[in-house]
């Protein structure tokens, strides 16, 4: 049997979770004080995954930049391809909450989704 | 100018307060915001994380941000941006700044200090060495990355452990640059236990405790700094000294109160929080000033900044109505482990539901409790697995107890090992 101690980041508790998988890959997660940590460890004990929150430049806007988010998480490995994938990109004013800035990153089916206005200038 | 509530700050306090205040009837109401957005530091806090408690969903700075933001134009609550307040005055008289009115003299009937906190800067500590550039706090970088689009540097040392240390670690990370320490003097960090996970951890950047920067080189841009060991008194041991290249410093080493208008109107402040002595109303020891947020004590999470600055909205309106008697004070103490508690004092006159105590402990604390005496009596006992300084804590006290117990002097709060 392998145990595993893990820092639950669903939520800022932090709780320490102590996974325990079987032979059977089996997990067993104890610690969490709700659903979420247990959601958590299975992920992380299987496949890793995060949001990734970036910013991507402004063409004619008030601003020169806009904060972007993937708007589910993606594996923990693609992150750097992600980053990788959207740099250079630029885009153009107005820019609304939840506009799609880049669709399907890597083929993930993930979109990058803006997480905050941009009006023109 | 005339208004009956005057709300200093347009950041997460500011705006929480002025919906409450709105939704209890108060209509003639202002923020004033000195940034040209509101918002406030939520705007440069890209990461996600925010509104778990508030929205039960996992929001970015500028989206949690939006979402109050949309409620203030909706409530067409007044806002005045650009706008820097430079002086309140006991009869609460406002003087701010704007560069398209000049000077505005503005009188209100109830003032809400919401104006946030500041970071600590290299000044504040005693880090010899030359005054090259590279060297910034870490939520100066923040702004630069996030909100300019520039990067500071390239090879990063971060001084301190706190959540915006540990955020901008990953952020310079994802940007190209190479992190190469997060050194923390103490033996624990200050930043939140999933931030340190998710920042640090997940990309193999190290965390140094009980390390710090014993000193700065370069001329004109820094080349590198020299950190070393420290022992139990925090001194640093010469014989552990190591050199990193870097050409960038970021400072995470805590997070000031910022009550300059606060300390010029007379309210009291705890030398503890930095922020103003209240109530359980969120009034400072001026009447009809209150104070919520950042300000008051500096949080970790915006979600109780959201709590606490809605109380403090709703305190206002109520102040304004004459619905907040005065009577005698309960006195908050924070002894054994507890460093401090929020409110300072609770009026019972005024308990309509129950009271939440803000606070923290002063150490890490392990399979510990923490015990709530109504003077002698111990009224409540919560087991905690773990307490550490870098994450508020809070108990409610239940508000038939102060029926159980009239003429309670004093509440206790302190740490007890089992």
């Known amino acids: 049997m392998e145990r595993r101690e893990l820092t639950c980041i669903g939520c800022p508790m932090g709780c320490t979770l102590l996974i325990e998988l079987d032979e059977n890959n089996n997990i067993k997660v104890t610690g969490n004080a709700c659903k979420i940590g247990e959601t958590y460890a299975i992920k992380e004990c299987t496949n890793p995954t995060r949001i990734v929150t970036t910013t991507v430049k402004v063409i004619g806007g008030k601003h020169p930049t806009v904060s972007i988010k993937t708007d589910k998480d993606i594996p923990k490995d693609k992150i750097f391809d992600c980053l990788k994938e959207l740099k250079g990109l630029s885009v153009k004013a107005p820019i609304n909450v939840g506009d799609i800035i880049y669709e399907n990153i890597l083929g993930t089916g993930v979109n990058m989704v803006a997480t905050r206005k941009v009006e023109s200038c | ?418």
């Open chain 2, 1 to 418: 100018m005339n208004y009956d509530l005057v709300i200093i700050g347009g950041g997460p306090a500011g705006l929480a307060a002025a919906v409450a205040a709105k939704e209890e009837g108060i209509d003639n109401l202002i923020i004033l915001e000195r940034e040209e957005e509101l918002g406030g530091i939520l705007n440069q806090c890209i990461h996600n994380g925010f509104g778990l408690h508030t929205f039960k969903e996992e929001l970015t700075g500028p989206e949690y941000a939006q979402r109050f933001i949309d409620k203030v134009n909706e409530l067409s609550i007044e806002y005045k941006l650009d706008t820097m307040v430079l002086d309140i005055t006991e009869d609460k008289t406002i003087y701010a700044i704007n560069p398209k009115e000049g000077l505005l003299e503005i009188h209100a009937k109830a003032i809400i200090l919401a104006m946030g906190c500041r970071e600590r800067p290299r000044g504040a500590l005693t880090i010899p060495g030359t005054r090259c550039s590279g060297i910034m706090t870490a939520g100066a970088a923040q702004k630069f990355v996030n909100m300019k689009n520039y990067m500071p540097g390239k090879e990063v040392v971060v001084l301190g452990s706190g959540d915006i240390g540990l955020i901008m670690a990953r952020r310079m990370t994802f940007e190209g640059a190479k992190v190469k320490a997060v050194v923390e003097l103490l033996p624990y960090s200050s930043g939140l236990k999933r931030n340190i996970v998710q920042c640090l951890d997940d990309y193999n950047i190290p965390l140094k405790l009980s390390h710090t920067v014993v000193n700065i080189h370069g001329k004109e841009r820094l080349e590198g700094v020299t950190i070393a060991k420290v022992d139990g008194n925090r001194k640093p041991i010469k014989e552990t000294e190591e050199y990193i290249p870097c050409d960038t410093l970021l400072l995470s080493v805590g997070l000031i109160p910022e009550n300059e208008l606060s300390r010029k109107v007379g309210v009291e402040l705890s030398p503890v929080t930095g922020g103003a002595v209240v109530d359980n109303h969120f009034q400072t020891s001026v009447e009809g000033i209150f104070s919520c947020g950042n300000v008051l004590h500096v949080h970790d999470l915006v979600d109780n900044v959201t709590l606490e600055s809605y109380s403090a909205g709703k305190n206002a309106s109520k102040y304004l109505k004459g619905q907040l008697r005065k009577g005698e004070t309960i006195k908050l103490k924070a002894t054994d482990g507890v460093r401090y508690t929020v409110p300072h004092f609770i009026n019972p006159s005024t308990i309509e539901k129950d009271i939440t105590v803000r606070f923290r402990v002063g150490d890490v604390f392990k399979g510990a409790a923490i015990a709530v005496y109504f003077d002698d009596t111990k009224v409540l006992n919560k087991k905690k697995r773990i307490l550490a300084p870098g994450e508020m804590e809070e108990v409610k006290l239940a508000s038939d107890l102060f029926s159980q117990y009239p003429g309670v002097k004093t509440i206790t709060l302190k740490v007890e090992r089992s």
